[in-house]
């Protein structure tokens, strides 16, 4: 079926270390990938996603690209900030659907 | 940008009772809404799609009489737990489509803390 998995959490990290959360996929055909955050007391927001092959998806100093090869979608940033502390779900939704699939999420703490 | 509200953001019901649960979207108009719950420590699950004046369709294995869906206006739409049991507790997500969005453009609620008592 198609589901999505993400690294577990939780993540801790300094602030201005690097961040790489995994994420694979499994799906029948191409799908949209999608990363969203969910900040402490806030409803999910969509920070980036790509809908084909080797599209990069950027937003916030985040980045993802979509490799087809190794079905993943992994999130990168080369600098975090104690602002970024926030739930990341990967996601991915199939072509003419509705329905987006989560991954569990990546709770991400920084410490200043 | 677009911003969904739902109420309440907590509720503890006692078993046996139903609870309802709101989701609004507050500055567009939505034909389409989508309704989540989350485990612990698990991803989201769809339970149901909502569309504007028709029957909510329904993800397998998610109780239609149970979890019942309203979505009487392109602004709101309900979610009613009848008969709530403990199993019930969960968190509540909903989400939305603008109206001249594509499907993958949803706007999330900060979700509700359902707990059965």
């Known amino acids: 079926g198609n589901s999505v998995t993400q690294m577990e959490g939780p993540v801790t990290l300094s602030e201005e270390a690097f961040l790489t959360i995994n994420c694979t996929y499994t799906a029948t055909g191409y799908p949209s990938l999608f990363w969203y955050v969910q900040y402490p007391g806030e409803g999910l927001q969509l920070l980036l996603k790509a809908t084909k092959a080797d599209d990069k998806g950027s937003n916030k100093g985040f980045e993802a690209t979509y490799r087809k090869e190794t079905t993943s979608f992994h999130l990168e940033k080369g600098s975090v900030q104690v602002s970024d502390s926030a739930v990341y779900f990967c996601a991915l939704m199939l072509r003419g659907a509705s329905k987006i699939i989560f991954g569990s999420g990546t709770r991400l703490s920084i410490r200043p | 940008g677009a911003v969904v509200s739902q109420h309440p953001s907590r509720v503890i019901c006692k078993s046996g009772t139903s609870v309802k649960i709101e989701c609004r979207s507050l500055?567009?108009?939505?034909?389409?809404m989508f309704w989540y719950r989350q485990f612990p420590k698990k991803s989201l699950m769809l339970m149901a799609t909502?569309?504007?004046?028709?029957?909510?369709?329904?993800e397998q294995g998610v109780e239609k009489d149970k979890f019942l869906i309203n979505h009487a206006s392109l602004t709101l739409s309900t979610l009613t737990v009848t008969s709530a049991h403990p199993e019930d507790s969960s968190f509540y997500i909903c989400s939305a489509t603008p109206k001249t969005a594509p499907l993958d453009e949803q706007y999330f609620g900060p979700g509700t803390r359902l707990t059965v008592t």
């Open positions: 909502s569309n504007e004046g028709s029957k909510a369709t329904y």
């Open positions: 500055d567009f108009q939505a034909t389409t």
